[in-house]
């Protein structure tokens, strides 16, 4: 059928991925990765050294756990809280833009052009996933915090 006919086709476009963005996403994710794996790791070696010590070493080795989760929760709250702007960024652009991703944006695969009523809803989403991972950002500093603190707490 012909525009003529009174039956109008959209256009799909896609956006092709940006080899930088992809080795920048895959640097982060392995960052992030080997960073979670060291305070896995520095955490059960605290906890590893506390059996057959004196009350001193255990009150240091309690401490620097204790630091140790506190750094993790500070961390992981940045992280989350940068990751939630982000997003609020993003979604704010494709809003007042009506085109999701926005123009300018680098993607990490070939990605579908969504335009007008579609790139709101996307947008919206977005807005409410920067919100919960804010949300979670803050429950889990907190969480961590307190699991520190009771831990040196006996």
């Known amino acids: 059928m012909s525009k003529e006919s009174g039956m109008h086709f959209q256009e799909h476009r896609m956006q092709l991925p940006d080899t930088d963005a992809r080795r920048r996403a ?16 520095t955490i059960e070696r605290s906890l590893g050294i506390t059996t057959n010590l004196t009350r001193e070493e255990i009150d240091t080795a309690m401490g620097g756990l204790e ?31 009506e085109q999701f991703p926005p123009a300018g944006t680098q ?20 807005f409410l996933f920067a919100g919960f991972v804010a949300i979670s950002g803050v429950v889990s500093a907190i969480m961590l915090w307190g699991i520190a603190e009771s831990m040196t707490a006996f």
């Not at 895959?26 to 790791?41: E, H, R």
């Open 67 to 97: 630091f140790t989760l506190q750094i993790l929760a500070i961390g992981s709250a940045l992280l989350l809280f940068s990751m939630s702007v982000w997003l609020v960024r993003m979604s704010h652009k494709a809003w007042t833009t």
């Open 26 to 41: 895959m640097f982060l994710v392995s960052l992030i990765t080997v960073g979670g794996i060291a305070a896995l790791v």
């Open 107 to 126: 993607v990490i695969r070939a990605t579908e052009v969504l335009t007008g009523a579609a790139a709101r809803r996307k947008a919206i989403f977005g």
